[in-house]
């Protein structure tokens, strides 16, 4: 069972910057495919990026493409979203995801081919 908790959130105006983090424990970091979603107030959760066990694939929304950069380091057990020129359709509660090999045939894009969940971490961005 893996534990995922997020954290680097916050208030920042347009243009600005935000690092996001994830740590996990509870299993074998390295072996597991993770990615960010977010869920704005009254809307799904959508994907916003992806990264594979190793790190050496990266996949992104095109709305954050250019803008956020995913990244992992399987020695800390960490996973990143360096989200830069942020704007206010960035607000979103951010939620880190992994996934199971059993689920590797599933979409990278979907939330329910992720089967373990963070609490997430609320991103505010002012206009």
């Known amino acids: 069972q893996v534990q995922l908790v997020e954290s680097g959130g916050g208030l920042v105006q347009a243009g600005g910057s935000l690092r996001l983090s994830c740590v996990a424990s509870?299993?074998?970091?390295?072996?597991?495919?993770m990615g960010w979603f977010r869920q704005a107030p009254g809307k799904e959760r959508e994907f916003a990026a992806a990264?594979?066990?190793?790190?050496?694939?990266?996949y992104y929304a095109d709305s954050v493409k250019g803008r956020f950069t995913i990244s992992r380091d399987n020695a800390k057990n960490t996973m990143y979203l360096q989200m830069n020129s942020l704007k206010p359709e960035d607000t979103a509660a951010y939620y880190c995801?992994?996934?199971?090999?059993?689920?590797?045939?599933?979409?990278?894009?979907?939330?329910?081919?992720?089967?373990?969940w963070g609490q997430g971490t609320q991103v505010t961005v002012s206009s």
């Open positions: 509870g299993g074998t970091f390295s072996m597991y495919a």
């Open positions: 990264i594979s066990s190793s790190g050496g694939s990266t």
């Open positions: 995801a992994a996934r199971d090999k059993i689920y590797a045939s599933g979409s990278t894009y979907t939330p329910q081919n992720y089967n373990y």
